[in-house]
T-cell receptor, first 118, second 116 residues
């Protein structure tokens, strides 16, 4: 079945550094990928929709300059948390759907990245 | 805008018993899709079941079934013969019919515990 791979699964870094998270569709081409943020015991909050070859669409309240999204190929989208601070610590998840399908096709989720900023 | 409401933050069920998780949603659209996702402690998102709004028949997947009441905008999940592995957070989600790239709108989720 369709698989979405996310890397790294866990990252710890110092405040002020930038962190890049990769999301890959392994056996299909994803023109659109989604990036979510999730705090413990809470729901997934959509941050942005990543579109291959064009600018990402950010949800209201999400800082574009803080969370840089690049979708340069049909199988890879990256989320870069720039100048990360402790409040950016969270669980980040990506997802993608097989293009050309209907909305009843499930989104395939990556396993998530736990980001801890010290 | 569409909203999804899961009003129960937590529920508990005895192993082998049946439990129903509630979900309501609000939309002005007549056709859409609804999903239940499971997130175990590993935090992996797993699709449990999906329902197409234009289908009157309730979806069923083994021990999992839904009670879809379109007029009431209700979409509850019933888990029969509960197992310890069913313990997880469950999210109800809505998706517009605009294609595979349309986004999901999630409810707040409910934490289900299973008592042995």
């Amino acid at each position: 079945g369709a698989v979405v791979s996310q890397h790294p699964s866990w990252v710890i870094c110092k405040s002020g550094t930038s962190v890049k998270i990769e999301c890959r569709s392994l056996d299909f081409q994803a023109t659109t990928m989604f990036w979510y943020r999730q705090f413990p015991k809470q729901s997934l909050m959509l941050m942005a929709t990543s579109n291959e070859g064009s600018k990402a669409t950010y949800e209201q309240g999400v800082e574009k300059d803080k969370f840089l999204i690049n979708h340069a190929s049909l199988t890879l989208s990256t989320l870069t948390v720039t100048s990360a601070h402790p409040e950016d610590s969270s669980f980040y998840i990506c997802s993608a759907s097989i293009p050309g399908g209907r909305s009843n096709q499930p989104q395939h989720f990556g396993d998530g990245t736990r980001l801890s900023i010290l | 805008a569409q909203t999804v409401t899961q009003s129960q933050p937590e529920m508990s069920v005895q192993e082998a018993e049946t439990v129903t998780l509630s979900c309501t949603y609000d939309t002005s659209e007549s056709d859409y899709y609804l999903f239940w996702y499971k997130q175990p402690p590993s935090r992996q998102m797993i699709l449990v079941i999906r329902q197409e709004a234009y289908k009157q028949q309730n979806a069923t997947e083994n021990r999992f079934s839904v009670n879809f009441q379109k007029a009431a905008k209700s979409f509850s999940l019933k888990i029969s013969d509960s197992q310890l592995g069913d313990a997880a957070m469950y999210f109800c989600a809505y998706r517009r019919i605009s294609g595979a790239n349309s986004k999901l709108t999630f409810g707040k989720g409910i934490t289900l515990s299973v008592r042995p």
